[in-house]
């Protein structure tokens, strides 16, 4: 098994050695493997090979498998060949797969070829850099822990193809009233609206896929979790809570997370989406990051004498710079088109800028379940922008970047605000000092364009125009279409 039980009874995760791998493929007979990584925006790409071509060396120089010009965000054709180094601690075995051609994965760091070192637009070592630059700093381990939500439906189709014809999509639920009485229905009674939080079954149709989620994420990839539920949203909203990890090992955690749900909900006949917004008039998914810096195994967001929430100095200029690079960060956290639809008031997404201790309407929060030194190890800053659209590499990698320049240019967090700020009128926002995220994907790019010096220690010129350009094409192929909607608002003119 993948993970173990330490001397204390906590569950740790357990991660291979090269030589470990090669004894478990021989050991299970198994066939392939699967090597994966990330493109710029975030989609999971992979080559399989089979295993004989997997040896020792491997792991040190790489496989010679990847164009790199048919890969979004990373090189130009004249420049191609790259290699891909799997990173052992990252095997399992792939459950959905049939015994007869038995298959394990593996993510991997990108390379040049011919010996010209790491590919520095590869999203993972951007992460692997700012984990070494917060070691620079002076912080031993930075600790991150995303809430990832997702939804499940029974079957989603669209037509976009035509450039004359309706353009349109269709959701179909076995949880939404819209879908009751087809033959999709569950038979349990529809879950409105808004009302999706919590539900026993027989409304919430999923607990036995969430399940089988778990329990492949943790049997077979180590990837400890310590709970799943249903979520706000009417129709197959979900969440399954990881436990934390440092910074790399999260982000490698999160983008198997995707990977697992998905193949799962394939298995049921069913369709997983990290779309932020697929259902109008409900809630969106998004990803609450949680963090927190440690050195010499003390946690330095945590101060006992802050009667607020007990966070320390640190932690406040931590969540100074978030608050302060928020606009630009959307471009990271909050990559597509999709994103702007789920930051609007009215649906518990985080669209004003400010912090807060149990608040939700702010988009920085302090959780205070408990209190005293007891619990000084949970002590850490929520982020609340972020969406599962985001590259989880590049998105941990920027709120690290953002809290660290906030920490460096000692950037206070300011004063608190315990109201609704979803309530307040334009004044008080404004009397508050309270400033709202970006409304559109061009406006998050724009915002980028002009603050991006905080992510300059990792992310390099060309990465971040890598980014400026992929979400200003996406801008564009969204904006350049009619939408039905403006028909029936337009046509009549």
């Given amino acids: 098994m993948p993970y173990y039980v330490d001397e204390k009874g906590k569950i740790k995760p357990r991660k291979f050695t090269s030589s470990e791998v090669i004894e478990k493929i021989s050991k299970n007979k198994v066939e392939f493997i699967d090597l994966q990584f990330t493109d710029v925006p975030g989609r999971l790409q992979h080559v399989t090979i089979p295993t004989s071509s997997i040896d020792e060396d491997s792991f040190e120089e790489g496989v010679p498998k990847l164009d790199g010009s048919s890969i979004r965000g990373f090189t130009e054709i004249h420049e191609s060949d790259m290699v891909l180094t799997p990173d052992p601690s990252t095997y399992g075995q792939l459950p959905w797969v049939p015994e007869n051609i038995k298959t394990s994965r593996m993510i991997c760091d990108v390379s040049w070829g011919f010996g010209r070192g790491r590919f520095d637009r590869d999203p993972r070592y951007i992460a692997q850099k700012a984990e070494e630059f917060a070691k620079g700093t002076g912080y031993d381990t930075v600790y991150f822990g995303p809430e990832i939500e997702f939804f499940v439906f029974d079957k989603v189709s669209w037509d976009v193809s035509a450039p004359y014809a309706t353009q349109s999509y269709s959701i179909e639920s076995r949880e939404a009233a819209w879908n009751q009485g087809t033959s999709s229905s569950s038979g349990g009674a529809p879950i409105r609206f808004k009302e999706g939080y919590y539900p026993a079954t027989p409304q919430d149709s999923l607990q036995n896929y969430r399940s089988e989620c778990v329990k492949v994420l943790t049997d077979n990839f180590g990837i400890v979790c310590d709970a799943h539920h249903h979520e706000v949203a009417t129709a197959g909203q979900c969440e399954i809570d990881m436990l934390y990890d440092s910074l790399t090992n999260v982000a490698d955690s999160a983008a198997t997370y995707k990977y ?195 992510l300059k220690p990792v992310f390099t010129t060309e990465m971040i125009d890598a980014l400026n350009q992929n979400g200003i094409r996406e801008y564009g192929e969204v904006t350049r279409r009619p939408h039905p909607y403006e028909f029936y608002m337009y046509f009549d003119i």
């Fill in 260 to 454: 697992v749900v998905k193949n799962i909900a394939a298995k049921y006949g069913m369709v997983a989406t990290m779309m932020p917004k697929p259902v109008f008039l409900d809630n969106a998914s998004g990803m609450h990051v949680h963090a927190s810096l440690w050195k010499n195994g003390m946690n330095l967001m945590y101060d006992g004498n802050d009667e607020y929430a007990e966070l320390s100095q640190i932690g406040r200029y931590f969540g100074g710079g978030l608050m302060k690079h928020a606009r630009a960060l959307t471009a990271i956290t909050n990559p597509t088109t999709n994103s702007y639809r789920r930051l609007v008031p009215g649906f518990e997404a985080p669209v004003y800028i400010a912090w807060s201790k149990r608040n939700r309407s702010a988009n920085v929060r302090v959780p205070v379940y408990n209190k005293g030194p007891k619990y000084s190890a949970k002590k850490r800053i929520e982020y609340r922008t972020p969406d599962t659209s985001a590259n989880p590499y590049l998105c941990f990698a920027a709120i690290l970047c953002a809290g660290l320049d906030g920490i460096k240019k000692s950037i206070d967090i300011g004063d608190p605000v315990d109201e609704d700020i979803y309530k307040l009128s334009i004044d008080r926002r404004r009397q508050l000092g309270v400033e709202e995220l970006p409304g559109s994907l061009k406006e998050a790019i724009d915002c980028l364009n002009s603050d991006n010096e905080f």
